[in-house]
């Protein structure tokens, strides 16, 4: 038997993201939607772990998608607390050799904001807004992925997610996700995003 995944803790408070995210937003995103693909990781684990020992056949093709679902979903969901901070508590905007990055290739700050805030809002159903970092050009990267798992570049590492499931912000702004994702700059812990930004390169 091997190990399982456990939904980690948030490294602040359920109310702490307010008024941009509430705490009854924010608590049962955490608790429920986030534990769920961590339950629903794990029991596939089970099913396999057990198949195996019994040696017993397994639908592998539909197992496998499952399985993706699930761990992307945690994985995202991990990084998104990660790069989220109480407002005022974080940089307001990327220093360091991360701002270096993201003004080389986009322009400026803004004109980033503006690319990201347009790939968050046009997300097809439910999805994710990432910027990530391809190493092989040099270039930060946005990423638009669909579900948990859909769009994403392998070895790209991601540096800032948004979650635009309406799980996320639907208590809060109901149908108005570009309210949700104004809302989001205001909670952006650029201090996170920047440290993960030079443990990629080092
Ligand atoms: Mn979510």
Request: proline share 4%; charged share 20%; glycine share 6%.
């Amino acid at each position: 038997m091997g190990n399982f995944y456990t939904l980690p803790k948030l490294p602040y408070g359920y109310n702490s993201l307010e008024p941009h995210i509430s705490q009854v937003q924010l608590q049962i995103h955490h608790e429920k939607h986030h534990q769920a693909y961590v339950s629903g990781a794990n029991a596939i684990f089970e099913r396999l772990d057990k198949a195996r020992a019994d040696g017993t056949d397994l639908d592998v093709k539909a197992i496998l998608k499952e399985l993706s679902f699930h761990i992307g979903g945690h994985l995202l969901h991990t990084l998104f607390w990660g790069n989220l901070a109480p407002a005022g508590k974080a940089s307001p905007r990327p220093s360091g050799i991360l701002a270096t990055a993201i003004d080389k290739e986009f322009g400026s700050f803004e004109r980033f904001k503006k690319e990201f805030s347009q790939a968050a809002v046009s997300v097809e159903g439910s999805g994710w807004a990432a910027l990530s970092f391809c190493m092989l050009t040099n270039r930060p990267l946005i990423m638009q992925i669909e579900k948990h798992n859909v769009n994403i570049y392998p070895m790209f590492r991601i540096l800032l997610v948004l979650d635009l499931w309406e799980h996320a912000y639907y208590l809060d702004y109901k149908n108005l996700r570009a309210k949700f994702v104004e809302a989001f700059w205001n909670i952006v812990n650029w201090d996170e995003v920047g440290r993960r930004f030079e443990e990629m390169l080092h």
